[in-house]
């Protein structure tokens, strides 16, 4: 089956550890993206990548980074400079030009205290 | 810069009934893609129903259907037909068609949460 894998659905770390979160994608997308959602709001975008070895700054950029080393994975990693990293992450990816519509992965649960 | 609205933070709905979420957006593009995503409460986003803003024809999938006002930038979401799985967040969002870069084209509103009561 095609789609976008997210590992963990939950995830703790103590304040002051960076931790990364997993994105797998095998629908061959150019595309990906990570965004965060707070309870009760939508979604804010954090990276994107249009390409291997390219990626942009989203909206709220500060105290992640990300790598685009291959086509399918895109990992994030939330940085102690995050003040408040506690949130619910979600990867998506879109094919390019064709079809412009995202896919979602699952979604990580992040908690940090 | 693009912005989407939701004016309505919760909604209910009898099943069976019918239902319409709103949604505005702000734009000066001409070209653009509409989305409606449903979030269930397992955080799974799903896309619900996809218009292109040059096709007059509202589109339609299955019991839903939206309302594209061009000039009004109006993209309302109807449900028809209720059902208990339908309850979820609805999330509007706005895409800028931009050949050049697709990147950071995605503009998602605040969402609406919705209720289908039994």
């Known amino acids: 089956d095609g789609g976008i894998t997210q590992s963990p659905k939950y995830l703790f770390r103590k304040e002051g550890q960076n931790v990364t979160l997993s994105c797998e994608q095998n629908?061959?997308?150019?595309?990906m993206y990570w965004y965060r959602q707070d309870p009760g709001q939508g979604l804010r975008l954090i990276y994107y990548?249009?390409?291997?070895?390219?990626?942009q700054k989203g909206d709220i950029a500060e105290g992640y980074s990300v790598s685009r080393e291959k086509k399918e994975s895109f990992p994030l990693t939330v940085t102690s400079a995050q003040k408040n990293p506690t949130a619910f992450y979600l990867c998506?990816?879109?094919?390019?030009?064709?079809?412009?519509?995202?896919?979602f992965g699952p979604g990580t649960r992040l908690t940090v205290t | 810069a693009q912005t989407v609205t939701q004016s309505q933070p919760e909604m209910s709905v009898q099943e069976a009934e019918t239902v319409t979420l709103s949604c505005t957006y702000d734009t000066s593009e001409n070209n653009y893609y509409l989305f409606w995503y449903k979030q269930p409460p397992s955080r799974q986003m799903i896309l619900v129903i996809r218009?292109?803003?040059?096709?007059?024809q509202n589109a339609t999938e299955n019991r839903f259907s939206v309302n594209f006002q061009k000039a009004a930038k109006s993209f309302s979401l109807k449900i028809s037909d209720s059902q208990l799985g339908d309850t979820a967040m609805y999330f509007c969002?706005?895409?800028?068609?931009?050949?050049?870069?697709?990147?950071?084209?995605?503009?998602f509103g605040p969402g609406t949460r919705l209720s289908v009561l039994p």
């Open positions: 998506a990816s879109r094919q390019g030009r064709e079809t412009h519509e995202q896919y």
């Open positions: 990548s249009q390409i291997v070895n390219d990626f």
């Open positions: 969002a706005f895409m800028k068609t931009s050949w050049g870069n697709y990147g950071q084209n995605f503009v």
């Open positions: 629908l061959n997308h150019d595309a």
């Open positions: 218009q292109e803003a040059y096709k007059q």
